[in-house]
């Protein structure tokens, strides 16, 4: 590995941003194409539900293909698909034809998800290899950080569309970084069959270890899927807000990502891993705990329902990284499939959370921030799980060693 040039880390920030901005970018739209196409609230968050989908089945292919043939051709691969699709949903006549667009969108915008981390454990040894997932993840965030606050005053200046003219054009324009600049980092491939790009998934499913922590890492970011279908209905409809005020409120939770990504730079090199994926599922308990207080003891505002996200969202950039580490450094032989894999869970548990998100919108605030109470407190029992099962697996060790 350490003969392999190392890829700029704002390039695979890049990269890894490109799915979660057509996520981000495009949300403050959802009551705008509702509205344009005349069709109901639920209807509309397919477009979002469907992206989430095909992001999580997309990864599923480009991990063991890149196994196979290289990372440096399935991301370009990959990006020319996701501008292809991103004109296709500008020129979209009809709903069904955007779902569609949008579904193929997400199949070339996860290519840099999967190979952010991919290069990553490539060229880092397992030491390295946390730190600098999470630069990778605090950078790639700042864009999306920004993208609601910009989707909005677009959708409501120029309209919805022109939001799709601007994620194809940047995907072209990392798609020419990408050319002159991602070199090829897997030498050692694996053979290109049918069985090979099969075969290798259930091997990680079988992996105890490997499937606890690539959970944990997929509901880390969950609660963050629900109140992204949940949050532009409660601020356009239920507080009469503009899009645009949505999409600045809406910075808050990337904000405190990036902040709790900052804080587990410092701290993943010198504290165990999985005491501090506990600390950040605790911070995020107790930031959907005062959210939860906040809306349903005093009349529902902005503030009440935005702010906390800077606690939620700081634990979960505190947390991801320790949780991804742990997962990949398992299959140190099937990167990609790995990476595809915590990519695919992590993806179908946020169409899941965006699907509840969007079931219990109709009910109110209260209902929303009891949802994603739910989805995180399962991942903090999930977490003390692993940690027994880690102590376990020491007591094992130790036994057969004085034996």
Sequence with gaps: MGTIRPPSLFLLAGMAALGPLALNFYV???????????????????????YFIGISFGQIIHGPLSDAIGRRPVVLGGLALYALASFACYFAATLDLLLVARFIQALGGCVGMVMSRAVLQDVFQRERFAAALSTVVMVSAVAPMFAPAVG???????????????????????????????????????????????????????????MLNAVAAALFP??????????????????????????????TAPLGFIL?????????????????????????????????????????TLAGLFLPLLVVAFGHGLGLACATGLAMAQLPDLRGTASASIGFLQMGIGALASTAGSMVVPHGAVATVLAMLAIQGFDFVLLILGRHLDHGARGEIHSKDNE
């Design 222 to 251: 969950a609660t963050n899927f629900t109140i992204m279908a949940a949050g532009p209905f409660l601020v356009v409809d239920v507080l009469k807000a503009t899009p645009s005020t949505y999409g600045a409120m809406a910075m």
């Design 28 to 50: 403050p739209a959802l009551p705008a194409v509702a509205a344009q196409f005349a069709v109901t609230p639920s209807a509309a968050q397919w477009t979002l539900t469907l």
């Design 260 to 300: 709790g990504n900052a804080v587990a730079r410092r701290l993943l090199l010198r504290v165990d891993h999985r005491r501090l994926m506990l600390v950040a599922a605790g911070v995020s308990l107790a930031g959907l705990s005062l959210q939860l207080a906040l809306v349903a003891l005093v009349p529902l």
């Design 152 to 210: 909005g005053f677009i959708t409501e200046w120029l309209g919805w569309r022109i939001v799709f003219l601007l994620l194809g054009g940047g995907a072209l324009v990392l798609f020419g970084a990408c050319l002159q600049a991602l070199p090829e980092t897997h030498l050692n491939r694996n053979p290109l069959t049918l069985i090979s790009l099969v075969s290798a998934y259930p091997v990680a499913m079988r992996h105890r270890g490997f």
